[in-house]
């Protein structure tokens, strides 16, 4: 069990000395008493029982006011400590009032805290967002690269129960994460929605911090409802051992989950970690299939984003990006495609490249299929939902491509990027058979 307290600091009346404080979650900043010290606070729990602690920090100078002062208390404190901030703009809400480089420094000379870091939000039934975008939830894992320590992510209920794909890909990234569910007591939300969320997360990764209404009425969810595990959310597709990041530039990255992978900034590539020939006397084809998820720009001045796929690859690093060897397979996101050839020998013999367009849409999938010796490489290309099942009225096209075949010069590795504009890509569902 936890004991969870907001904390904030008085100024001395000479304005020499700052002292954090336990104030009410709904105390306006500035008005309150200040009758019980953060240290007093925390002292008396340590002495009379093994809870744990959490304090809420909700902004820059009183986290900087709080924290110094838990390294001079470590040999009394023996239970858990949790620290919590909302570090990343979040739904309808796009002020965070404390900075996470801010937090990560200071939090530094205490490894054994968990943190748990949230999303700033605001709930209006009336609100444009119900739900933790691709771009909120890929910033969070941009700000817990470097960190080494345990972290639990804050997610608000009414968020949360829309954003379970973006919410297990983040779950998946480390052992070390967690997520912590919370509401409001004011918040509207469908007790079976819940029960849908609970029912697709992981349970050993999941707690709840909810009004008592809520719990109350998770519990009436009936027995049928528990005992239905035939469905469990989606089943991951691919599988992320056989793939290795190359992070070429400082700003390259590479987040790999269960289901998804995140492809972010320029330099970031994946290559298989094995060939993947195609044999006419083995009857052995190579196929790589996938979907594609582009963000949509926030810069007014858009720069195009473009995903791209190499089969006979020569992987990368070495060689340069620029001279990587391979057929490649490039979707816009403007729906423009193209199938070529680049850096092939002998493939000025044949057709360099193919290309088509298909609508503009936010989601692609891809199903690239190499034969080997005496085939052209071939490639459907469909537009997409980005959530759910695909619906009938997809549009698709194939585009074919003959280009030469060479045993010795082809190293037949797999290999992906993006390119052009600063955007992330999601990728999903990505196989290779």
């Known amino acids: 069990m936890m004991l969870e307290a ?29 009758d019980m010290t953060m240290v007093e ?25 709080a924290i110094p002062l838990l390294y001079t208390m470590k040999e009394t404190l023996h239970a858990p400590i949790w620290i919590h901030a909302d570090v990343v703009a979040g739904p309808n809400n796009p002020k965070v009032t404390v900075h996470a480089k801010n937090l990560l420094d200071i939090i530094k000379e205490f490894p054994k805290v968990t943190l748990s870091l949230g999303w700033s939000t605001e709930w209006d039934p009336d609100g444009h967002q119900f739900s933790y975008t691709w771009r909120e939830v890929i910033n969070m894992a941009k700000v817990c690269a470097p960190i080494r320590q345990h972290v639990s992510f804050a997610v608000r209920a009414v968020f949360a129960v829309r954003s379970i794909r973006q919410l297990k890909w983040i779950l998946s990234l480390t052992n070390r994460f967690t997520i912590t569910v919370w509401a409001n007591k004011y918040d509207i939300l469908a007790i079976p929605e819940l029960h849908h969320f609970r029912k697709n997360m992981d349970p050993k990764k999941v707690y709840y911090n909810l009004p008592l ?5 998770l519990r009436k969810v009936s027995a049928e409802q528990e005992k239905d595990t035939g469905k469990q959310g989606r089943i991951a597709k691919w599988d992320r051992t ?4 190359m992070l070429l530039q400082s700003a390259s990255l590479a987040f790999m989950g269960s289901e998804q992978v995140v492809i972010d900034g ?5 290559v298989s970690r094995i060939p993947y020939q195609p044999e006419l006397q083995r009857t052995r084809t190579t196929v790589v299939s996938g979907k594609i998820q582009f963000l949509r720009p926030i810069a007014l001045v858009a720069v195009e984003t473009r995903f791209q796929l190499f089969i006979r690859s020569s992987g990368v690093n070495p060689p340069p990006e620029s001279k990587v060897q391979g057929v490649r397979l490039t979707i816009t996101d403007d729906g423009t495609l193209s199938l070529s050839a680049e850096n092939l020998i002998r493939a000025g013999a044949y057709g360099m490249q193919t290309s088509a367009k298909l609508p503009q849409t936010d989601c692609y999938t891809f199903r690239l299929v190499d034969k080997g010796d005496g085939f052209p490489v071939y490639c459907e290309i469909r537009t997409a939902t980005c959530e759910g099942e695909d619906v009938n009225d997809s549009v698709s096209v194939e585009l074919h491509l003959r280009v030469p075949y060479d045993t010795q010069g082809q190293l037949f590795y797999i290999s992906l990027t993006i390119s052009g504009g600063k955007d992330p890509v999601i990728i999903e569902d990505l196989t290779v058979i």
């Open 242 to 245: 056989i793939w290795q990041p």
């Open 41 to 65: 606070w925390m002292s008396k729990i340590s002495k009379y029982s093994n809870k744990g602690m959490k304090l809420n920090f909700k902004d820059d100078e009183a986290l900087q006011v």
């Open 213 to 217: 209404n809520m719990v109350e009425g």
């Open 266 to 270: 320029p330099g970031s590539w994946l």
């Open 6 to 34: 907001d904390i904030d600091f008085i100024t001395s009346s000479d304005k020499k000395t700052k002292t954090p404080i336990i104030v009410n979650s709904e105390t306006k900043p500035g008005d309150f008493s200040g």
